[in-house]
């Protein structure tokens, strides 16, 4: 597709399941970033990945949430034992890359996964 | 903890109304952009500001980049409905990471 695909677009689970959030960027994007938002606020930075490599994962807000990118394009956001206070938006951003080459390259976002916790 | 500062927070306005928005920080970046989110949508890029003090305009909208490139804002003459939606601002750091502001949610009333 042209732009950014996240699935499901809503997922409710029950407290203490896990699940699993998937991204599929825009082809060729070296870069992708995952985000948590709330209601009306701004996204929450959780993960970035150049290429396979999670090269900042300092946003995660514990060891309960996971991402990779094995093959460097398609991501997933797994979360285990889910809480109510994992309910939110969670976005997927890409971009062609990061760095000084790429400074003022914009993210391009999914529409994102709205997670609601039983 | 936001570095990005945005206000106001909520802005509700009529119809024909120009508003200001601000972005604020402590922080120098060496880019800012602009993003308008809809509801159930992810956030869209508006506009990059690069240089201090510099200006660029989008129809409607103008958005200026402070000459200390620490702060920002957005101005919407003659604001319309469609104009309603979350505004964000996102400044590039030294690690070349988005520092994301919380954004300013408006809505045009017709």
């Known amino acids: 597709g042209a732009g950014v695909s996240q699935s499901p677009r809503y997922k409710v689970a029950k407290r203490g399941q896990d699940v699993a959030l998937r991204c599929d960027p825009i082809s060729g994007h070296v870069s992708l970033f995952w985000y948590q938002q709330a209601l009306g606020q701004g996204p929450e930075f959780l993960t970035y990945?150049?290429?396979?490599?999670?090269?900042?994962k300092s946003g995660l807000p514990s060891d309960r949430f996971f991402a990779e990118r094995p093959e460097g394009s398609v991501s997933t956001l797994k979360i285990q034992r889910t809480q109510q206070e994992d309910s939110a938006v969670y976005l997927c951003a890409s971009s062609l890359g990061t760095g000084a080459g790429y400074s003022n390259q914009p993210q391009h976002f999914g529409d994102g996964t709205r997670l609601s916790i039983l | 903890t936001q570095l990005l500062e945005q206000s106001p927070q909520f802005l509700s306005i009529q119809e024909g109304e120009n508003l200001t928005v601000y972005c604020n920080s402590s922080s120098v970046f060496s880019s800012l952009q602009w993003y308008r989110q809809e509801p159930g949508e992810g956030p869209v890029l508006l506009v990059t500001v690069v240089t201090g003090g510099e200006v660029k305009k989008l129809k409607r909208l103008t958005f200026q980049f402070g000459d200390a490139r620490k702060d920002s804002s957005l101005h919407i003459t003659a604001a319309q409905p469609g104009d309603t939606g979350l505004y964000l601002c996102?400044?590039?750091?030294?690690?070349?990471?988005?520092?994301w502001g919380a954004g300013t949610k408006l809505i045009i009333k017709p």
């Open positions: 990945f150049q290429n396979e490599a999670q090269l900042d």
């Open positions: 996102a400044g590039l750091d030294s690690n070349y990471q988005l520092i």
